[in-house]
C-alpha cells in the first residue's frame, strides 16, 4: 500500500514524518516478533540428546553491535579440537548421590584432554536453570565440585534481560583448600541471526562480565589469592541451547574485541539416541576386497576420537599382528594389512575402542 502525500517542502516534511512513524511501527514489530525467549520447554534437557562442538584458540572474530536483528557469520574460524555431550540419566552417573536435586546432567567427553569425562549436575524448573556443580573422572582419579552457592539462570531469558550469578566452590588437597569463586554480570544485550558451518539459527547474544577469585589455604590459612576477569559473548538458540560461545583473553576490557582465547561452536545436534546406540550406529567396520591374495585394506568409522586397538588372529585365536595401537582422531579410517607371508585361511580382526568391540572376518585365498 502507497501514501500518496502532496509534493512541496510541506509535502516533503509530511513524507519524512511518514516514513519513520512506518519505520518506528516496523522496528517495534520486530522487536516483538524477530526476537526469541528462552524457557524450561525449550531448553534441551531430553535423556539422549547429543551435542557435538569444535573448539579454537586464539581466534579472530567479529562480534558486530549490541541490538536487534543484527547477523553474525562464524564460520570461517578453523576449530582444532572438539567434545561431545550427551544427556544421560541422573542414575546411571557416578557423582549422583552428591547432587540429590538435580533433574538434568550432561556428561561431556574430551578425550583430547587426557579422556577426561565431565558429569554437570543440573535442576531444570519453569523459572530457573540451577546449575548445582559438576564431577570428573579422569585415569586414576576423580574429582567432585558441589557449589556451595549454586549459579542460577532466571527464566524465562529474553532481550535486555540482565541477572547476576554468584557461585563458590571448594577443593581440598591434603591440608591445602583451594576456594574459587565466580561473579559473572548478564546482560542479553542483542538477538539476530547467528550463522555456522551446520546452519543458521535465531539466537540470544548475552554479554557476560566474569570474574574469579581462587584463593589457596593451607591449614585454614589464606596464603595466596588471585583475580582473573573476562568477557565472554554465549549466544543461546531455542531447543539447541548454546550455539557458539567466546571467550574473550584474561584482563579484557574492550567488549568489542577481536581476537577470542576460547572460541567453541555447535557442529552435530540430535535427540532421542543413547550414547551406545549412536556409537555402534557410527561405527562401521569391513575389509576390501575380501576375499583377497595378498593384501587388503580394513575400513572403520569412528563417531569421535578415541584410543584404538585393531588386532589380526588366527583361527584358534593366536594373534598375528597389531595394526594399530594408539589415539586417533574421530574419522574415516583405512588400514592397509600384507598378508603375503601367511598362508591361506579364513583369519579374524577385531577392532576395540574402550567403548565398542567388533569383530570381522576375511579370507586369505592361496
Known amino acids: 500500500m502507497f ?12 513524507q519524512r514524518n511518514v516514513r519513520v512513524v512506518f519505520g518506528t511501527i516496523l522496528v517495534m514489530l520486530s522487536t516483538v516478533y524477530g526476537q526469541i525467549t528462552i524457557t524450561s520447554d525449550n531448553i534441551p534437557h531430553q535423556v539422549g540428546t547429543y551435542t557435538v562442538y569444535d573448539e579454537a584458540n586464539s581466534v579472530d572474530v567479529d562480534l558486530g553491535t549490541p541490538g536487534g536483528g543484527r547477523t553474525w557469520n562464524f564460520s570461517s574460524q578453523v576449530t582444532e579440537e572438539s567434545y561431545d555431550s550427551w544427556i544421560v540419566d541422573k542414575a546411571e ?10 533433574n538434568l546432567v550432561s556428561k561431556q567427553v574430551e578425550t583430547y584432554k587426557d579422556s577426561a569425562i ?5 535442576r531444570l524448573t ?3 536453570m540451577t546449575s548445582l556443580g559438576m564431577g570428573t573422572v579422569a585415569p ?21 534481560n540482565s541477572w547476576y550469578m554468584h557461585s563458590v566452590f571448594r577443593q581440598a588437597i591434603e591440608l591445602m583448600e583451594i576456594v574459587m569463586e565466580m561473579r559473572i554480570h548478564n546482560l542479553v544485550d542483542a538477538w539476530g541471526t547467528v550463522n555456522i558451518p551446520y546452519g543458521s539459527f535465531d539466537c540470544l547474544r548475552i554479554q557476560q562480565y566474569d570474574t574469579m577469585i581462587t584463593t589457596v589455604y593451607v591449614m585454614g590459612t ?3 589469592s588471585d583475580t582473573t576477569g573476562w568477557l565472554s559473548y554465549p549466544f543461546f538458540a531455542e531447543n539447541y541451547g548454546q550455539i557458539v560461545s567466546i571467550k ?19 557442529s552435530y545436534f540430535t535427540t532421542g539416541i543413547s550414547e551406545d546406540e549412536l556409537l555402534t550406529q557410527n561405527f562401521e567396520l569391513r575389509n576390501y576386497p575380501n576375499p583377497f591374495t595378498t593384501t587388503t585394506e580394513i575400513n572403520y568409522t569412528l563417531a569421535r576420537d578415541a584410543y584404538v ?18 589415539w586417533q582422531t574421530k574419522s574415516a579410517k583405512t588400514v592397509r594389512w600384507d598378508a603375503s607371508d601367511l598362508p591361506g585361511g579364513i583369519y579374524l580382526y577385531r577392532i576395540e575402542t574402550g567403548e565398542v568391540s567388533r569383530t570381522s572376518k576375511m579370507i586369505l585365498l592361496r
Open 3 to 14: 501514501l500518496t502525500i502532496p509534493g512541496g517542502k510541506k509535502g516533503g516534511t509530511m
Open 93 to 102: 552417573t557416578p557423582f549422583a548421590d552428591s547432587f540429590p536435586t538435580a
Open 118 to 122: 565431565g558429569y554437570i549436575y543440573s
Open 126 to 128: 519453569t523459572n530457573a
Open 140 to 160: 586414576g582419579s576423580t574429582m567432585t565440585m558441589v557449589y556451595d552457592e549454586p549459579m542460577v539462570w532466571p527464566l524465562p531469558i529474553g532481550y535486555q
Open 222 to 224: 589464606p596464603v595466596t
Open 248 to 266: 574473550s583473553y584474561p584482563g579484557e576490557t574492550n567488549p568489542n574485541f577481536t581476537t577470542a582465547d576460547m572460541f567453541t561452536r555447535l
Open 309 to 326: 586397538k585393531l588386532d589380526v588372529f588366527n583361527l584358534v585365536g593366536e594373534k598375528i599382528t597389531t595394526l594399530v595401537d594408539g
